[in-house]
């Protein structure tokens, strides 16, 4: 799997947006973006995923660079609730041998919510 | 609706006892996974079941550690002659089909061993 690069941590302000970024300048054309986040003492959640356009959900709303080497998730009114690890994750699903199945998951950002 | 259950939850092991984590996915989930979490650490993948066929063990880190999934629904990780660097949290998750669907985890099992 293509390999993405997150910040390790980031803080924000209850009701205020946050913009979580992601770098994968190595993807390839048949990499899907997913994200997921993991509460704590709880297994990973997902969250959104997408190709090429942005996508939105009842979640978060992900938005991806025109040249595909970065992507942003976006949360767009943070609450204490939302204080996880997110996880930027490419996932080929088409050339990957047989092995398109799994995640690789790397550290994540830390997403602190100040109240 | 319900989730994927893992238990026990909580699991305390002396140093060469053998331990089995189960693994109950959602009704009717093709793919199952197992993954293992250290502190601090993203989850790594263990090994991968397409139904009961267990297609990928590639992430199993020794000959201790043993998945099955004989009926293509409940799954079992277990790991033989535990060691103290086998201590961390085993997560289990299902998705209905393979390819693009999400993944749904369970809460884990935290796996201690003294």
């Known amino acids: 799997d293509a390999k993405t690069t997150q910040p390790n941590s980031m803080e924000s302000n209850e009701e205020e947006p946050v913009h979580l970024p992601c770098n994968h300048s190595?993807?390839?054309?048949?990499?899907?973006i997913h994200w997921y986040r993991q509460l704590p003492s709880q297994g990973p959640e997902y969250v959104i995923h997408?190709?090429?356009s942005n996508v939105n959900n009842r979640m978060a709303s992900l938005a991806i660079a025109e040249d595909r080497k970065s992507s942003t998730l976006i949360l767009h009114r943070a609450t204490l609730r939302d204080a996880a690890v997110y996880y930027c994750?490419?996932?080929?699903?088409?050339?990957?041998?047989?092995?398109?199945?799994?995640?690789?998951f790397g550290k994540g950002t830390l997403l602190t919510v100040n109240p | 609706g319900a989730g994927v259950s893992q238990s026990p939850r909580y699991k305390v092991a002396k140093r060469g006892q053998d331990v089995a984590l189960r693994c109950d996915p959602i009704?009717?989930?093709?793919?199952l996974f197992w993954y293992q979490q250290a502190l601090g650490q993203g989850p790594e993948f263990l090994t991968y079941?397409?139904?009961?066929?267990?297609?990928?063990k590639s992430g199993l880190p020794s000959d201790r550690f043993f998945a099955e999934r004989p009926e293509g629904s409940v799954s079992t990780l277990k790991i033989q002659r535990t060691q103290q660097e086998d201590s961390a949290v085993y997560l289990c998750?299902?998705?209905?089909?393979?390819?693009?669907?999400?993944?749904?985890f369970g809460n884990g099992t935290r796996l201690t061993v003294t």
């Open positions: 997408g190709l090429t």
């Open positions: 009704s009717g989930h093709v793919s």
């Open positions: 079941f397409q139904n009961e066929a267990q297609l990928d």
């Open positions: 998750a299902s998705s209905l089909e393979v390819g693009n669907s999400p993944l749904h």
């Open positions: 994750i490419l996932r080929d699903v088409v050339n990957s041998g047989g092995s398109n199945y799994k995640l690789t």
């Open positions: 190595t993807i390839s054309g048949t990499d899907y």
